[in-house]
């Protein structure tokens, strides 16, 4: 992301004693032509042309900014706005992408408000083609059962200093829902990880207690719906390419008992061919285990390159798919088709 | 509470490199109070004291950049959004007013997205008031049957570079909602113009196709209901005074059946009539003949005046009044009645 | 559409005629860990643990700008959003905190849009914890009965120049809502306050008439719902400590029939007791007597301390507890608990 001009003019206005003071507008417009069919969400369905939003990245935009209280403290705030650009709607509430506020020094950083988890911290940074809608990883593992939730409300987070190149995060979401008879909802999620160099490799953590209704039996303190994630996840840049990859496990409970586990591997790899030109190439496979009905599984790759045209501008092209089967009884699902040209812009 | 443009301004006298990449916050106020009647949208209706929005212009901020890429290639954005300024409530969608990214160069430029359609633009641009609560030219139109859809999703625009004056624009949107017994809704847009000093004149065509849904006889592939715009505009500027005006004509299908014709006239003065001061006058007429069915006549007028108190801000007074008839019976339909006092400014 | 960057910038380039045109980018983010328990609105209710949002000063960003006419005379606009901090959710409509358009001059300043009412202006300048969730005052009030409304949609207001102290403000809101058969909506509030050195006292009222529909008997033309506020508020500077307060009536009519009275006293202090460290606290009492029915009473107070990190951010912990009960009878009817541990900044 980059320090827009008001940051940037602040600093060439009066040199270092402005930088402690400063609010960034920064965005991303990312907008594509093409073509998409999703047989998976009816067994009719028909190919459509489309003009969609956020192929590389979703669209967003924002205001960040951050002071130096001095001492080595720091105060942060970031207010992050995501919309689709093909048709200029809102996507999520005001600040889905962030709101935040926090204050960082020699100990780390502590945060407050709706953020990313540290779990998606880890899986953004070894996901083929990151937070896109042509990215094959998300929408596998979905079809195939869940996934995690990537940002939560009422978030105290905790970023610990970099030690020799491990560094660690720590997340509790507060659902403020608690009754005399049911269990908040929380969630909370864990992220640990060493970076040297080209490597990169970690491991997160992150439950999701959901709070259950009155029902057969009734629902008393204690009893929640638990989505329980573990990922390992690593990346190497060999310079000619980059490998990422990760293996992710999650567990479904229901009032203590196991419903079932979907366990997920995804790899991919970029790589510069050409002056300006980079190819990428993602793979995620998800199989659901339920302990009893159907269990389903799902693949699906990405294949895409885009051309450089500036640091903050890009032209792309991509082509996902993902097919989904009974994995029971081994009948076909359905299959989603998406094919993109676009565009993308940073501010 | 911190002075952005300060910030910004600094960035000038850091010198032209600076100029290729920025995002511009802007934006119009105008708000007026005034009094508004509406007999044809109720016989009863009271005449109400108004705080009201947009008088001359519809309320918007937004964020747009352009950035240049070498050779003659540029990209860009612009995210607008409307705004009622009497309330503060949100207009539409986040970024009505445009959501678009565009790249540029000797060729033209091609834009993706969300954005005002190449006939809007001519009409825009010949319209006595345009784009404001006090123009009579769509309201009128409204009133008497339908006007075109100013803006669309899902865009893909191409604007021709101006050669001799000679310029052009067209644009297709895609409904995305093709089904396997339905066509997709679909809008395509065309403009030809031809400016050169004080005259433009221009030729528009826009084709609104709805996808139907089943009914008797069951839509089938190819069932849509259309509009089909015709737009022939012009405008002289005699420095005493600008005119301009058009003729509009819309033939309405259902299922390939015609249901009716809904021609339009319109035509304005503007003047500068003083230091500062600018006179404005603007009619309408619009007649909708239906195959079967009543006829609808709408004839409306605006009659305002604004004195400039900066390039940013006029403060003005207008008279709007539009008048709807039975044109089967001619029977008296009611009038809209709207008196505003007002202010504008840009940013 | 104007670019305001490149036209600001330039604007810097040549001096001092900068500040005659700007466009700013400014907020709050103000958020808190801390425990909630409402027994008040819920008998059963548990204590939560919660991030909150906006303990001290309500979340905020906005655009704001001022443009000097020359002569004297200046124009002005205000957009101001609200969100919750906690969630990114935004709070009310799109620009709930403001929407004007303002001129001022020699004769004061005259303003078009959403805005506060001067009413508002003086409460807001004597509370003791002003505009906050752990302020005292409001939810109190509103626990006996009801508080005024904040700010109007739709207002002309009007605010005058300073004479040796000496300074007013009135505004009128408009319903927009008349009928054949019943009066609109509206609401009208004053200011009349004087200010010298550390002193401020002064008179606030507001009359808020809200359409009634036809009913038994039939809403004729001047039936409403009536409720008119009266204040009477001060605050003194000792440098060692400030102290603010006020007393409010408010008289419930309905078409024309009294309903009940609900009488308030607030007031508070706020001392700077170490370097950077202000303690402050508030209490509210607020009683309602019905013609009919039951009568209420609720009281309120909050003790809270923040360290001042810098002139844009603060660190906080503050404890408001309330608490309402029957006054016909002297049944406790719940308490509401907070106690908020967090950070404010402002850009």
Redo the contacts between chains.
């Keep these: 992301m980059k320090k827009?001009?008001?940051?940037?003019?602040?600093l060439?206005?009066s040199g270092a004693a402005m930088a402690q003071?400063?609010?960034q507008?920064?965005?991303i417009?990312?907008?594509?032509?093409g073509s998409t069919k999703d047989t998976i969400k009816s067994a009719?369905a028909?190919?459509?042309?489309?003009?969609g939003s956020g192929g590389l990245k979703s669209n967003r935009?924002g205001?960040k900014?951050s002071?130096d209280?001095?001492g080595g403290?720091k105060?942060?705030?970031k207010?992050e706005?995501r919309?689709?650009?093909?048709?200029?709607?809102?996507d999520g509430?005001?600040?889905?992408?962030?709101?935040?506020?926090n204050?960082s020094g020699n100990f780390g950083a502590v945060a407050?408000?709706?953020m990313g988890t540290p779990y998606d911290d880890l899986r953004g940074k070894t996901n083929p083609i990151a937070d896109t809608n042509i990215s094959p990883v998300g929408d596998t593992i979905k079809n195939a059962k869940a996934d995690y939730t990537d940002k939560t409300?009422?978030?105290?987070a905790y970023v610990s200093p970099t030690f020799n190149g491990f560094s660690g995060a720590v997340a509790v979401?507060?659902g403020?829902?608690?009754?005399?008879v049911a269990d908040?909802t929380s969630h909370s999620s864990l992220k640990l990880q060493y970076a040297n160099g080209p490597l990169l490799v970690g491991y997160g953590f992150q439950k999701e207690e959901s709070q259950l209704t009155a029902g057969t039996p009734a629902a008393a303190t204690g009893q929640t719906e638990d989505k329980t994630f573990n990922l390992l996840a690593a990346s190497y840049d060999f310079g000619v390419a980059k490998l990422v990859g990760g293996y992710q496990t999650l567990e479904i409970e229901s009032k203590g008992v196991k419903q079932g586990d979907n366990d997920s591997l995804y790899f991919g790899v970029q790589a510069p061919v050409a002056k300006n030109i980079n190819v990428f190439f993602g793979y995620a496979g998800s199989e659901y285990d339920a302990v009893t009905g159907t269990d389903y599984k799902a693949t699906g790759f990405t294949l895409a390159a885009n051309y450089v045209?500036?640091k903050?501008?890009d032209?792309y092209v991509g082509y996902k798919q993902i097919k989904k089967e009974n994995d029971t009884t081994g009948a076909d699902m359905g299959k989603v088709k998406t094919l993109a040209v676009?565009?993308?812009?940073t501010?």
Excluded at 46 to 51: D, R
Aim: glycine letters at 10%; aromatic letters at 10%.
């Design positions: 827009s001009l008001i940051a940037l003019a602040v060439a206005a003071s400063s609010v507008l920064y965005g417009v990312d907008a594509y032509v009719t028909e190919s459509q042309t489309v003009v935009w205001m900014g002071e209280l001095g403290l105060a942060g705030f207010l706005q919309f689709k650009s093909d048709t200029g709607e809102q509430v005001a600040f889905k992408g962030e709101s935040s506020i204050l407050l408000g709706r409300d009422n978030t105290v979401s507060f403020e829902n608690k009754t005399n908040a045209l500036s903050r501008t032209a676009g565009v993308r812009h501010f």
